[in-house]
């Protein structure tokens, strides 16, 4: 064998890469005239698994475009696996879904460290890692090394800037306790809140950290009181955010001003949080539509939503948002559901102008040129952009205060600096 052909042909062999699924002849893999197969990883099980409806929520929009003619009368399969939020289960689930299950493209895979850990693997076998849910800034930074890897919401980085810059303008006085997930994730979003605040960096009196997989919370909270925080910066995920407001509440501390983070600020979240837990008046960023908030009730992207998955999900029946009070909430009434469904959108909307002529070049290049002003499940001004130079799709987002069992928005769309 020639030696210019045989060094490729051990590298692949080297990844565990069949020859006959690199070897040429036509389609990429995971397309036919008639089907496109794309793949995921999720946390379907353990103490994240609530981000798992994500996925639920992705494919039920999958299933309505399906019986909508589909992208060019092709048909979507969403093929994905559970990786109970371990990195290391995700690098093998992620294996399985291109070597075994070839699917065309990876898309909306959950968590930071886990699509850190599979990037290098996917860029290096040309599989498109497309819409990652993680706000993590590296995504769109290290581009020219991982260009087949896009995100979706904004950064984490930019969101700690907007908590930063609103302390330092609106809080007389602030002294900042602050929880944080020890990962990327949560090192950005401390990182962005330094740097909204600038020269008063000082503000911040204590900051302690948690492994995710860890059983709770309660140290670092009675760390942050002992400190004399009297604002605190809850930047964590999934139970660790309601185990924050329950012993908030339970040392009897009452601070100025509590922030949590975006991605753990879901209404039926925060509504199991209220049970037991210090919730009232604390403020988040948002940057879709809730489907727990009555304010969008009548609102036409929410009606469609709840339509998709009265038909195409398994969250329930839908109904207004006050049936999302009950002491076991309705699962159509999380935010995962609805996120999954954005994500959904997007991809849609990426294949759709890849072209009839589908590769995982011209996704690629779709995927880079979006300019989606009307989507029906993100926060009306919001719009989702992108361009070789720009990846970083959503850039907006909502200021919103929790009182009683919602959440409301308060002051201007904002943007979420990058870095």
Same mark, same amino acid.
């Given at each position: 064998? /020639?030696?210019?052909?045989?060094v490729?042909?051990?590298?692949?062999?080297a990844?565990?890469l069949?020859l006959?699924?690199?070897?040429a002849?036509?389609?990429?893999?995971g =397309?036919?005239?008639t089907s496109?197969?794309i793949?995921?990883t999720? %946390?379907?099980?353990?103490e994240?698994?609530? @981000?798992?409806l994500?996925?639920k929520?992705?494919?039920a929009f999958? $299933?309505?475009?399906?019986a909508n003619?589909?992208v060019?009368? +092709?048909?979507?399969?969403y093929? !994905?696996k559970d990786d109970?939020?371990?990195?290391?289960?995700?690098?093998?689930?992620t +294996?399985?879904l291109?070597?075994q299950?070839?699917?065309?493209?990876?898309f909306?895979?959950? &968590?930071?460290?886990?699509n850190?850990?599979t990037?290098p693997?996917? /860029?290096?076998?040309?599989? %498109?890692?497309l819409f990652?849910?993680?706000?993590?800034?590296?995504?769109?930074?290290?581009?020219?090394?991982?260009?087949?890897?896009? @995100?979706?919401i904004p950064?984490?980085t @930019?969101?700690?800037?907007i908590y930063?810059?609103?302390v330092?303008?609106?809080?007389k *006085?602030?002294?900042?306790?602050?929880l944080?997930q020890?990962?990327?994730?949560g090192?950005e979003?401390l990182?962005?809140?330094?740097?909204?605040?600038g020269?008063?960096?000082g503000?911040?009196?204590?900051?302690?950290?948690y492994?995710p997989?860890?059983?709770e919370v309660?140290?670092?909270?009675?760390a942050?009181k002992?400190s004399g925080?009297n604002?605190?910066?809850? #930047?964590?995920?999934?139970?660790f955010?309601?185990?924050?407001?329950? #012993?908030?509440?339970?040392?009897?501390?009452?601070p $100025?001003?509590i922030?949590?983070?975006?991605?753990?600020?879901?209404?039926? =979240?925060?509504q199991?949080?209220s049970t037991?837990?210090?919730?009232?008046?604390t403020?988040?960023?948002? #940057?879709?539509k809730?489907?727990a908030?009555?304010?969008?009730?009548?609102d036409k &992207?929410?009606?469609?939503?709840k339509?998709i998955?009265?038909k195409?999900? *398994?969250g329930?029946?839908?109904?207004?948002?006050?049936?999302c009070?009950?002491?076991?909430? %309705?699962k159509?009434c999380?935010? !995962?559901y609805?996120?999954g469904?954005v994500?959904?959108?997007?991809?849609?909307d990426?294949?759709?102008g890849?072209g009839?002529?589908?590769t +995982?070049?011209?996704l690629?290049?779709?995927?880079?040129h979006?300019n989606v002003?009307? /989507?029906? #499940?993100v926060l009306?001004?919001?719009?989702i952009?992108t361009?070789a130079? *720009? +990846?970083?799709?959503?850039?907006?987002?909502?200021?919103?205060?929790f009182?009683g069992?919602?959440?409301?928005?308060?002051?201007?769309?904002?943007t979420?600096?990058r870095?």
């Amino acid at each position: 064998m /020639n030696r210019r052909l045989l060094v490729p042909c051990l590298c692949l062999l080297a990844l565990g890469l069949p020859l006959a699924v690199q070897a040429a002849s036509g389609a990429d893999p995971g =397309v036919t005239s008639t089907s496109i197969l794309i793949g995921g990883t999720v %946390p379907l099980s353990g103490e994240a698994s609530s @981000g798992g409806l994500t996925a639920k929520g992705a494919d039920a929009f999958f $299933k309505y475009t399906n019986a909508n003619k589909g992208v060019f009368k +092709r048909k979507i399969t969403y093929d !994905y696996k559970d990786d109970a939020y371990d990195p290391s289960r995700t690098i093998q689930a992620t +294996r399985e879904l291109v070597q075994q299950d070839h699917v065309f493209a990876i898309f909306n895979p959950l &968590g930071t460290a886990h699509n850190i850990a599979t990037r290098p693997f996917l /860029n290096s076998v040309g599989v %498109p890692q497309l819409f990652v849910a993680s706000g993590w800034g590296g995504w769109a930074r290290d581009a020219k090394q991982y260009p087949l890897t896009i @995100g979706l919401i904004p950064t984490y980085t @930019g969101e700690g800037i907007i908590y930063g810059r609103y302390v330092k303008s609106k809080i007389k *006085d602030a002294k900042i306790g602050v929880l944080y997930q020890d990962d990327d994730y949560g090192r950005e979003l401390l990182s962005g809140l330094k740097k909204g605040l600038g020269s008063k960096q000082g503000q911040i009196v204590s900051s302690k950290s948690y492994d995710p997989t860890s059983a709770e919370v309660s140290q670092q909270i009675n760390a942050l009181k002992a400190s004399g925080a009297n604002v605190v910066m809850i #930047f964590a995920f999934g139970k660790f955010a309601i185990q924050s407001f329950v #012993f908030i509440k339970k040392l009897g501390w009452k601070p $100025k001003q509590i922030f949590v983070n975006a991605v753990a600020a879901a209404t039926s =979240v925060m509504q199991l949080a209220s049970t037991s837990g210090q919730t009232e008046g604390t403020i988040s960023i948002a #940057f879709f539509k809730d489907p727990a908030n009555p304010l969008f009730d009548k609102d036409k &992207g929410m009606k469609l939503y709840k339509s998709i998955m009265a038909k195409y999900g *398994d969250g329930g029946t839908p109904g207004p948002a006050s049936k999302c009070k009950a002491s076991v909430p %309705p699962k159509w009434c999380s935010g !995962y559901y609805l996120a999954g469904m954005v994500s959904g959108s997007v991809m849609v909307d990426a294949l759709k102008g890849a072209g009839k002529n589908l590769t +995982r070049k011209s996704l690629m290049k779709s995927a880079l040129h979006l300019n989606v002003k009307n /989507n029906p #499940f993100v926060l009306p001004g919001i719009s989702i952009k992108t361009s070789a130079t *720009d +990846r970083w799709p959503i850039e907006q987002a909502q200021l919103e205060r929790f009182k009683g069992s919602r959440w409301y928005p308060f002051g201007k769309l904002v943007t979420a600096p990058r870095s």
